[in-house]
């Protein structure tokens, strides 16, 4: 019982530290992580050993990921990429379904690029597409919003689900696969309640410029834009297919060649290397400074990272599984504790990412008590930490101020809006995560 009481100390402290004094997470979890060792009764040399080694094992399967993750979203941000995955669904879908083409951008964008970047690198296009025809932006901010949110939480290679499948132990393939299950009707959850609901609030921007089509410096070309996506999740994909027991190749070659080539760090490796060579209209020098910004930008989200496993580690060293797992044995909660968790996390302290490691390295040591230590349990328990950082962005997100004021929208609207969204968009996630565990738990 002592041991959940000082979980829960150092919970509060957790939210407290990053919440309201505005340390730095990869502080705060290492912190965290000492002060639940050494409150459990650890051996001092033991818990330094057990943070140290649970920060290498998690960067040493996930560090290089995330920074060529980041390589490839500032590349697709320098060259213009984006907006022209943008302006080509305009193209095809038509101005009248500007936010389902947003919503839809959002979600191919949001998964190289964090959420935060691409509404930034968005927004212009929705000034556009208000002033061109009349559409608010009430509609069309929180449309493109929850579309960026959904991959944000749910699709590797985004730091957050990846770094919960490196802590939790899931099969990254297969976090991927249904990770877009859940976030297309998710996604289009939040097209529904922007469409619908915040049509009600006329939000106009005056801009300069009102063409939709804006060309980008590299005129680039949507085949090459979206490459750099599509190319390693398709790589991934098949290395997790092949590996599936139900699955035999004859040709050991072929084989090998997938299993290689689908490997998260190769797979993303053909993502930088096609990212660039799409970019060759721009100097070396700048590809230099923007693999720079890009390893700058990262560095954080790693350390973050890093001190999630270090935490987990401890909390595996403790007898908190054993002490929870008895606390449980009454109540079927299962997939419904790491959402709460998550949720909780999320509502306090603001950041989804932070939400997300920090779900996954307490619920971790409980994955047996909570019957999801099966290979297709830990994909859920991913999916559903996911579910719970998304629920709900409001005040304390810095993506809440992003999505209001780069849509010109008031605070008292962002809430009724992108608030709202986020809540029906957490909410439809566990429900489908349920649904899909009905037929896949056994």
Request: proline share 3%; net charge neutral; hydrophobic share 50%.
């Amino acid at each position: 019982m002592l041991t959940l009481i000082y979980l829960l100390i150092t919970i509060v402290f957790i939210v407290l530290s990053t919440a309201k004094y505005k340390i730095h997470p990869f502080l705060t979890l290492l912190i965290a992580s000492l002060g639940m060792g050494v409150l459990s009764g650890l051996d001092v040399d033991f818990v330094i050993k057990t943070v140290s080694e649970g920060f290498g094992n998690t960067l040493k399967s996930i560090g290089i990921i995330i920074a060529c993750g980041s390589i490839i979203g500032t590349f697709l941000e320098k060259t213009g990429a984006a907006k022209s995955i943008a302006n080509k669904l305009l193209q095809v879908i038509g101005n009248k379904n500007s936010a389902l083409a947003m919503n839809l951008t959002g979600s191919i964008v949001s998964i190289p690029v964090f959420c935060d970047s691409g509404f930034v690198i968005l927004s212009t296009l929705n000034n556009a597409i208000n002033k061109k025809t009349g559409i608010s932006l009430s509609v069309l901010g929180t449309s493109l919003a929850a579309g960026l949110y959904a991959t944000h939480v749910f699709v590797p290679p985004t730091p957050g689900p990846l770094a919960a499948a490196s802590i939790i132990g899931a099969d990254v393939g297969l976090v991927l696969i249904f990770g877009l299950l859940i976030a297309i009707p998710v996604s289009i959850v939040g097209w529904v309640w922007a469409s619908y609901y915040c049509s009600r609030f006329s939000i106009n921007q005056k801009i300069d410029n009102d063409d939709l089509n804006i060309e980008t410096k590299n005129n680039i070309k949507l085949t090459m834009s979206i490459l750099p996506i599509i190319v390693p999740i398709v790589l991934i994909t098949l290395k997790s297919i092949i590996n599936h027991p139900a699955v035999e190749l004859e040709n050991l070659f072929i084989n090998n060649v997938i299993s290689f080539c689908g490997h998260p760090i190769i797979a993303i490796l053909f993502g930088v290397f096609i990212a660039m060579f799409s970019a060759t209209n721009f100097s070396l020098e700048q590809h230099f400074d923007w693999v720079s910004n890009a390893l700058k930008s990262a560095g954080g989200i790693i350390l973050i990272t890093g001190a999630g496993g270090a935490f987990g580690n401890i909390l595996r060293a403790t007898s908190l599984g054993d002490t929870i797992s008895q606390s449980l044995l009454s109540f079927e909660v299962g997939l419904l504790l790491p959402f709460i968790i998550a949720a909780f996390l999320k509502t306090a302290q603001g950041s989804s990412t932070v939400s997300i490691i920090t779900t996954s390295a307490m619920v971790l040591p409980l994955l047996d008590s909570l019957g999801l230590s099966s290979e297709m349990g830990k994909v859920l328990t991913v999916l559903s930490i996911g579910a719970g950082a998304m629920t709900v962005s409001h005040l304390n997100d810095s993506y809440f101020w992003i999505v209001s004021q780069f849509s010109n929208m008031n605070t008292k609207t962002a809430l009724h809006c992108h608030t709202a969204s986020t809540l029906l968009q957490g909410l439809t996630s566990i429900v489908l995560i349920k649904i899909i565990s009905l037929f896949l738990l056994v």
